[in-house]
């Protein structure tokens, strides 16, 4: 019976506050593994990185087709790069981002997308 009690207890991950979480991680207390696969679209939610990438793109598009193709052009892969960039370094942006801001860590813990152990 506490063979089955010790595995559900490690199973389960404990559960470390956001203050004790920023204050630790400098110094090497915790352990932190990201799933890329759900670090991707969720740190291009937070970032709101692709509505800012349509926002370089439709007008880099506007201005090749009024005549300027070299700036067009120059917004165009701009905001290709940008959103590219974002996805390709999800991992690092949503560390850097939960170690400053509560709500990220909270949601990124509790979805699954980070988990926290202790080192």
Known sequence: MSAQTDATQDSAAEYISFDEFSRGLPQGRF?????PALAKPFVAHFT????????????GIA??????????ALLVAAGVV???TVRSQAPRILLHMASRVR????QAT????MEVRRA
């Open 63 to 72: 201005v090749a087709l009024a005549g300027y193709p070299w700036i067009g």
């Open 110 to 113: 509790e979805h699954g997308v």
């Open 48 to 59: 709101r990185v692709t509505p800012v990438a349509i926002a370089m793109i439709g007008p």
């Open 31 to 35: 352990r932190v593994v990201v799933n």
């Open 82 to 84: 940008l959103r590219r």
């Open 103 to 106: 709500s990220v860590y909270d």
